[in-house]
């Protein structure tokens, strides 16, 4: 049993893993095609977060959101492939993040192509996040081995 769970971490993980390989490839000096795509899409959430929370969101370089994301995909799928919650925080949080930025089918109306395509990979990543969550659920609720004490033998004379 521990060796199907070991190898479903590793298939689960090879998908961050992979991408995190694919986007590390791609980065160069301005972050490749991942800021590029991104750069618009975080543009259009930062003025909708920012109308409708009142925050302003601070002014940064994209290819840094992008190294993050590739180094949280990277180190948390790695991590998760050993059982790690941590990795698995590391992998919710890309999730959490970045999920609402790219998959972005709200800015689109329901007839359009776009919207099903969106919507479509944005239920794909909360499956995976949900995923998660309940890797980091069952991960905290199972007890850890307790080692037993063994009891003194009485000698007998």
């Known amino acids: 049993m521990a060796f199907l769970s070991f190898v479903g971490r590793v298939l689960f993980a090879s998908v961050f893993i992979l991408s995190a390989w694919q986007e590390f490839n791609e980065f160069g000096v301005d ?17 909708t ?31 998760f492939i050993f059982g790690s919650s941590i990795g698995a925080y590391l992998l919710a949080l890309q999730q959490v993040i970045l999920t609402p930025i790219l998959y972005d089918f709200y800015n689109y109306d329901t007839e359009k192509k776009e919207f099903s395509l969106l919507f479509s990979k944005f239920s794909q990543n909360l499956a995976l996040l949900g995923a998660l969550f309940f890797f980091i659920g069952m991960k905290n609720t199972i007890p850890r081995r307790q080692l037993k004490k063994k009891a003194p033998k009485t000698k007998t004379v």
Do not use: C, H, M, R
Request: proline fraction near 6%; glycine fraction near 12%.
């Open 31 to 47: 972050g490749g095609p991942a800021a590029k795509a991104l750069k618009p899409k975080f543009n259009v959430f930062s003025k």
């Open 49 to 79: 977060a920012s109308s409708l929370t009142g925050v302003q969101v601070p002014e940064f370089d994209i290819k840094y959101l992008v190294a993050a994301a590739v180094a949280f995909k990277g180190v948390g799928g790695i991590l």
